[in-house]
């Protein structure tokens, strides 16, 4: 199984600021045959079910903001938010669907500083 | 708009049979580019998935290690829903489980509500 792992396990930021949140894969999750890593990032509030934010490493869902956005490739991905808003605390996982099973980092808690 | 509905009891004895049902409207359970996954979480294991049924001409299933023997996912084409069944249960299997579709080009994109079932006697 292909282990994801996120680091910090939370974060507080102040509001307007960056949010940086990195997750590492146990094994590469890019395809070479089109150039597209399997990685997609979530958002979690208390008591929903998790939200897709990105997905292929670095493409917005629809509807989700601009200040969201994903980078990486390989084994490393980023998550960052460039202006931290009060509505974005919550947990945040990233999870490879490379290959099965489909596994998730532990979570990152981001909160207001 | 896709919306998936989960139901089923929020309470299983051990050793007993775990079922969840989820009713998909805006999608079709039959879809040729989608797959309809359950996924779990809990404080202890995070989220976890657990399988899928798909149809790509003939229906598939995958299922992971941890809970492969004791799972059946299925899908029901007459009422557009899947099914989750757990044989077995133990108090470890006590989480929220989601049903889940994986559509097309994007990963995990549409999530049910959840459900909490706790394994106690």
């Known amino acids: 199984d292909i282990v994801m792992t996120q680091s910090p396990d939370s974060l507080a930021v102040s509001l307007g600021e960056r949010a940086s949140i990195t997750c590492k894969s146990s094994?590469?999750?890019?395809?070479?045959?089109?150039?597209?890593?399997?990685l997609a990032w979530y958002q979690q509030k208390p008591g929903q079910p998790p939200k897709l934010l990105i997905y292929w490493a670095s493409t917005r869902d629809s509807g989700v903001p601009d200040r969201f956005s994903g980078s990486g490739s390989g084994t490393d991905f980023t998550l960052t938010i460039s202006s931290l808003q009060a509505e974005d605390v919550a947990v945040y996982f990233c999870?490879?669907?490379?290959?099965?099973?489909?596994?998730f980092g532990q979570g990152t808690k981001l909160e207001i500083k | 708009q896709v919306q998936l509905q989960q139901s089923g009891p929020g309470l299983a004895e051990p050793s007993q049979t775990l079922s969840l049902t989820c009713a998909i409207s805006g999608d079709n359970v039959s879809s040729n580019s989608a797959t309809w996954n359950w996924i779990r979480q809990s404080p202890s294991r995070g989220l976890e998935w657990l399988g899928r049924?798909?149809?790509?001409?003939?229906?598939?299933?995958d299922y992971a290690v941890s809970v492969k023997g004791r799972i059946s996912i299925n899908p029901d084409t007459s009422k557009n829903q899947f099914s989750l069944q757990l044989n077995s249960v133990t108090p470890e299997d006590t989480a929220v489980y989601f049903c889940?579709?994986?559509?097309?080009?994007?990963?995990?994109?549409?999530w049910g509500q959840g459900t909490m079932v706790t394994v106690s006697s």
């Open positions: 049924t798909y149809y790509r001409s003939k229906w598939y299933n």
């Open positions: 889940v579709r994986r559509g097309g080009d994007r990963t995990f994109d549409i």
């Open positions: 094994q590469s999750v890019l395809y070479s045959s089109d150039n597209k890593n399997s």
């Open positions: 999870q490879q669907y490379y290959s099965g099973p489909f596994t």
